[in-house]
């Protein structure tokens, strides 16, 4: 006989079922009475036009400094933002934006980048550079009187003893090193001139003596006991606080907060605008974007979704304005072809997998028409660019006519599709590798996965770490995956992603391979005449494209926030910074207002 | 009929008396319809949330998609019943394939949690009952699916925390001597890490996805249950039906699988139940560091990872997964309190 508590209990777990089994009832019954989905109409649709928007691309940011400095507030500070600490601040070990953000205003050489990335020489340096009929060598001479940060001169001597520290093994900067290592010798002949002789004669062998210059009298004092240049108080010190050659000098560096740079009043070259540049260390998007707002940057990073959406508001336009520009980058999608999986050596596949995606949607949506459909390896403003390449578009029809061609069809039971291969019945089904970290790459996926799914494509996606897509691309260990590159300025910077050969050691990650294009590169490396470059060049690309080993996505532009007091923006392919004189040309001009702006 | 409760002080057993005593708490009963309705929702997710309709007559022929995915979710059931062609082939779009003359009766959100739309960042409405977000995926569809793996990670991580916690710690309870020292002093290097850091630290050298995840906590989660059964075992080693136990000649584990478990089991079922709101909380905070869930599965904690980066321009897509991660995580909790009050005699009002 059971218990009258017992009884008691029972009816209010019977209730609590009871009220759990019409809650689900109702749910189930509310959807009975709905009507078949009927899709929003596309009226109010949220599609972000960058043209449209008054904040984009304002034209007095890029307006140059008048030659009346008067005009100019020279008294001024700059505030930058930094994702991370440096490091340190020897140019010699910089390897991420980071350092090479800080040193290019304190350290310079006598080659430089201008904001097209050509090849320039440092007029406040350089008296004449003249290379040799050969190609082979060429002889630098320097002005005299130049000097270091701490008044003690600079000359040849420097440059030959920064190369031999930088090819020296007991100095850890593998960064550097590459590119370096392929001139042959590096010496003064007097104070004032230095002799390169490269290894070979090819028309990039002017890239390679961009290595920065480092302060002889100061580093090799302790070098016979400390080789590495890295460890030790005297070292540490010196790294940390190094005395450099550039327009700015450091002033102070407290970690995880800010550094502070002062400019070098003897700075020989056309001074910078600034009194100072302040670099605030923020890692956070928004965080970043809040101290924008409240003034305490000039000059930050937006991500899309920041561009087209978070920045559109009156506490902003009071403050910013928006820069857009495109970069020589481009995101792809690269298949392995090397034969590991029945999909991606048939070039009709890829190719349907290119009419698969609904680009423009995800341009729309996840890039909201910041960027441009990529087309192809180079960059469209790019020399090697070919204009004659068709561009793939959106075709699901095709994408089915071309995967039935190449054998897979689609089963009548389940949809997917599936062809015989090797007497195996082998259903169309791969994994995309994607990295982790990254907003956008889970959402294309997403979108892409969806495609792939209406015309009977299975495709899964692996999220790995950073350091593991790296090498699992590197070891081929992989369907498919998702990356991006900057390209080069030179598109000979693709002699290891598209050659056969570098299938091994090389980024040829996928496995392409088209003998012609290896001959193609071969024969840009070595030729000097430029129109004949172009010409190979530009059959590489149309050849690549047309094989398609990438889906390829999107270029990518800069996409910055700007507070709208500086004036005299530079951009390139890489963007607005990393050239010369990239932040040392911005100002902002004399004015209350402009004053008034930060206090 | 009536007699007052203490009228049969024999005769009922301490579960009995436990349970007893948890059905007149309203505050655990109320957390325990919640769990079971997530659990209703999890098991019958394919019929409030599809891209297919439950019933339908298309071209003549009777179609029972949705009620063919809810099957699906019973192991093995796959290859006993499939959908019927044409709702079998995944290329099939029925939103689009349907017309004027065939019926159907959808599921009240009627969306997959993966399916995309370029109806992105909807606010909520009467199609998109939670809004939409930044694929044009619907959130409501999205938290639907969630909830399987707020489940999950909650019972296989805690299953697994608990398998080793009761092992050890009775192997350290009732052996003793060296064996406990050993365990026990293990136990406590193990507590000396925040556990969330030590979860995050492995996690770094796995692969993220949600076994893994479930792996890390069920491993790093172990050593409160270990502790309390290793203090119970202690405690019940003297009592006199041990002793009998003993006397008869039954082995070591008979002896601790049959009469010291069973009797040791209620302290452990509260922690272990807190154990699962912390690991529900844990997979949200794991999700929305990124090592979680992995895009384009839904889990509460991506969901909100999605929401923070909208979180100016589309805020309403916070409130959802918040929302659902408190009510899971207090319903646990309430549980684990009142589950605590019916088995501690000394809280006991009778």
């Known amino acids: ?332 999608i690269g298949w392995n072809m090397d034969g590991g999986n029945p999909f991606f050596n048939d070039k009709r596949v890829r190719v349907a997998m290119t009419h698969a995606m609904n680009i423009n949607l995800i341009l729309d949506k996840v890039l909201y028409n910041l960027y441009e459909q990529c087309r192809g390896i180079y960059h469209p403003d ?52 994607l990295p982790q970290g990254s907003q956008t790459a889970p959402q294309i996926a997403n979108y892409f996965q969806q495609d792939l799914r209406a015309i009977g494509v299975d495709m899964k996606t692996r999220t790995v770490e950073w350091a593991t897509f790296m090498q699992m ?111 040392q040309a911005w100002w902002t001009p004399v004015s209350p207002q402009a004053a008034a702006v930060k206090p | 009929m009536s007699k007052p409760p203490n009228a049969h002080p024999i005769g009922r057993s301490l579960w009995r008396i436990a349970m007893d005593s948890y059905l007149r708490n309203y505050r655990g009963m109320i957390g325990l319809g919640f769990i079971a309705l997530m659990m209703a929702i999890a098991f019958f997710s394919p019929l409030i949330a599809n891209r297919q309709p439950i019933f339908a007559i298309y071209q003549g022929k009777w179609h029972f998609p949705a009620v063919v995915d809810v099957i699906h979710n019973v192991p093995l059931m796959k290859y006993v019943i499939q959908k019927t062609p044409p709702f079998s082939q995944v290329t099939f779009d029925a939103k689009t394939a349907l017309s004027e003359n065939d019926f159907a009766l959808w599921p009240m959100i009627p969306y997959g949690p993966t399916e995309t739309s370029p109806y992105t960042l909807r606010p909520p409405s009467t199609a998109h009952w939670f809004g939409t977000d930044q694929n044009g995926r619907d959130l409501a569809a999205r938290m639907v699916y969630g909830t399987i793996v707020s489940l999950q990670v909650g019972f296989v991580s805690m299953g697994i925390a608990a398998m080793i916690g009761v092992l050890l710690g009775s192997l350290a309870g009732y052996y003793g001597g060296w064996t406990d020292i050993v365990i026990s002093r293990v136990i406590e290097i193990i507590q000396c890490f925040p556990t969330f850091f030590l979860i995050l630290a492995i996690l770094a050298w796995l692969e993220p996805s949600i076994v893994n995840v479930m792996m890390v906590i069920g491993l790093t989660s172990w050593t409160s249950i270990a502790r309390y059964t290793r203090g119970e075992l202690i405690r019940l080693q003297s009592s006199d039906y041990i002793l009998g136990a003993r006397a008869l000649g039954c082995n070591h584990a008979r002896i601790i699988l049959v009469h010291l478990l069973p009797n040791a089991m209620a302290p452990v079922l509260v922690t272990i139940t807190f154990g699962i709101a912390y690991a529900i909380l844990a997979e949200a905070g794991l999700s929305w560091l990124g090592f979680g869930v992995q895009q384009p599965s839904p889990s509460w904690g991506n969901i909100l990872r999605d929401a923070y980066d909208q979180l100016k321009s589309a805020s309403f897509m916070v409130y959802p997964p918040c929302i659902a991660i408190f009510l899971a995580v207090l319903s646990y909790n309430l549980v684990g309190d009142a589950l605590r009050d019916a088995i501690d005699p000394r809280l006991s009002q009778d």
């Open chain 1, 1 to 332: 006989m059971k218990s009258v508590p017992f009884y008691n209990g029972s009816t209010r777990t019977l209730s609590t079922l009871t009220i759990a089994a019409a809650v689900c009832a109702a749910l189930l019954l509310s959807a009975c009475t709905k009507a078949p989905v009927q899709e929003e109409s596309s009226g109010e649709e949220f599609a972000y036009n960058p043209a449209d928007d008054p904040l984009v691309n304002p034209p007095e940011m890029y307006q140059a400094a008048p030659d009346d400095r008067s005009q100019v507030d020279t008294d001024g500070t700059l505030y930058l933002n930094l994702d991370g600490n440096p490091q340190n601040l020897n140019p010699i070990f910089a390897s991420s934006m980071y350092e090479y953000m800080v040193n290019d205003l304190t350290f310079e050489g006598p080659f430089q980048f201008d904001a097209k990335m050509d090849w320039t020489l440092n007029k406040a340096w350089v008296d004449s550079y003249e290379e040799s009929e050969d190609h082979l060598s060429a002889i630098l001479k320097l002005k005299p009187g130049l000097t270091w940060q701490d008044g003690e001169p600079l000359n040849a001597h420097d440059i030959a003893y920064s190369w031999k520290t930088i090819l020296d093994d007991r100095v850890p900067c593998p960064a550097v090193k590459t590119g370096t290592d392929d001139i042959k010798e590096c010496v003064a002949l007097d104070d004032l001139t230095v002799k390169f002789v490269h290894k070979e004669a090819v028309p990039t062998a002017k890239w390679n003596v961009f290595f920065p210059i480092i302060p002889k009298h100061l580093y090799e004092v302790h070098q016979d006991e400390e080789p590495s240049l890295q460890q030790g108080d005297y070292y540490s010190e010196l790294n940390r606080n190094p005395v450099g050659s550039g327009s700015y000098k450091i002033k102070e560096w407290i970690a995880n907060d800010r550094i502070v740079l002062e400019r070098w009043e003897d700075y020989p070259g056309p001074k910078p605008y600034f009194k100072r540049v302040v670099f605030r260390l923020i890692p956070d998007h928004n965080a970043q974007l809040l101290s924008f707002e409240k003034g305490d940057l000039d000059c930050t990073l937006l991500s899309g979704e920041q561009f087209a959406k978070q920045t559109s508001g009156d506490q902003f336009a009071s403050i910013g304005r928006k820069l857009l520009q495109p970069e020589w980058s481009y995101y792809y």
């Open chain 1, 382 to 433: 790019a020399w090697m660019y070919n204009p004659n390449v068709e561009l793939l578009k959106y075709d699901p029809a095709k994408a089915d006519e071309l995967l039935n061609e190449a054998g897979w069809e689609k089963d009548e039971t389940d949809g997917w599709r599936y062809k015989d291969v090797d007497g195996k019945r082998v259903k169309f089904e791969f994994t995309m590798l």
């Open chain 1, 473 to 583: 691309t590197r070891k081929h260990e992989f369907q498919a995956h998702m990356a991006g590159w900057g390209t080069g300025t030179d598109p000979d910077t693709g002699w290891n992603l598209w050659r056969t050969e570098e299938y091994e050691d090389g980024r040829n990650y996928g496995g392409y391979s088209n003998p012609r294009v290896d001959e193609l590169f071969e024969l840009g490396r070595h030729e000097f005449d430029p129109d004949k470059r172009k010409a190979y060049y530009q059959e590489i690309h149309k050849l690549v494209y047309d094989d398609q080993p990438y889906l390829f996505l999107y270029n990518r532009s800069s996409t910055y926030a700007i507070n709208k007091r500086i004036r005299g923006i530079q951009y390139g392919p890489r963007g607005i910074f990393n050239f010369s004189p990239s932040d």
